[in-house]
């Protein structure tokens, strides 16, 4: 079965750091590009950052570009975010999404269940 | 950026009828890299229509994509109960990539 889980969500105090993971199964990891996108609560789905198969092309949503950082480890199947400097907006759930098509035109045809980040004091 | 416009923002409909709903870019999407995505709530969201028209793995036949250009609209024949939820056009065409915010189906 085709299947991807996020984890690392959490509560985490604006200013301060997070990394996400996705683990990949059911289908050859590294011959898809992968992506997330999150879902601030009650509001609608916003593409955060794509990376190709070999990690070659990374791209990142203006909101995030500096801070948040994508990355990917064929060999163990798994996809990573790293995030810094956090604040309430990007409380959301981020969902880890197998991305088909090519270089940074990708639409989203497996997606996990998704990890809930909330930046709060 | 293109911006994705979504109508209406929720339709009411009873079962069996038939749902359209529009999705608007601001500028053209390039060679109609255009999808279309259904989230029920607490789940995540699953693909239905990609490249306007082709619809994914496992989707029913009453589930349907056209438009080119700006225009774009997914069509359900006939709503089943599972169908009512929120769904999303995305666009694939340009970076970033963007969404739409979301038409909501639910039950007349």
């Known amino acids: 079965e085709v299947q991807l889980v996020e984890s690392g969500g959490g509560l985490v105090k604006p200013g301060g750091s997070l990394r996400l993971s996705c683990a990949a199964s059911g289908f050859t990891f590294s011959s898809y590009h992968m992506n997330w996108v999150r879902q601030a609560p009650g509001k609608g789905l916003e593409w955060v950052s794509s990376i190709t198969t070999s990690s070659s092309n990374i791209y990142y949503a203006d909101s995030v570009k500096g801070r948040f950082t994508v990355s990917r480890d064929n060999a163990k199947n798994s996809l990573a975010l790293q995030m810094l400097s956090l604040t309430a907006e990007d409380t959301a759930v981020y969902y880890c999404?197998?991305?088909?098509?090519?270089?940074?035109?990708?639409?989203?045809?497996?997606w996990g269940k998704g990890t809930t980040v909330i930046v709060s004091s | 950026e293109i911006v994705l416009t979504q109508s209406p923002g929720t339709l009411s409909l009873s079962p069996g009828e038939r749902a359209t709903l529009s999705c608007r870019a601001s500028?053209?999407?390039?060679?109609?890299?255009l999808a279309w995505y259904q989230q029920k709530p607490g789940q995540a969201p699953r693909l239905l229509i990609y490249a306007a028209s082709g619809r994914a793995t496992g989707i029913p036949d009453r589930f349907s994509g056209s438009g080119s250009g700006t225009e774009f609209t997914l069509t359900i024949s006939r709503l089943e109960p599972e169908d009512f939820a929120v769904f999303y056009c995305?666009?694939?065409?340009?970076?970033?990539?963007?969404f739409g915010g979301g038409t909501k189906v639910e039950i007349k």
């Open positions: 999404a197998r991305g088909r098509g090519w270089d940074y035109n990708l639409y989203m045809d497996v």
């Open positions: 995305q666009q694939y065409g340009s970076s970033p990539l963007t």
């Open positions: 500028q053209s999407v390039n060679s109609n890299y």
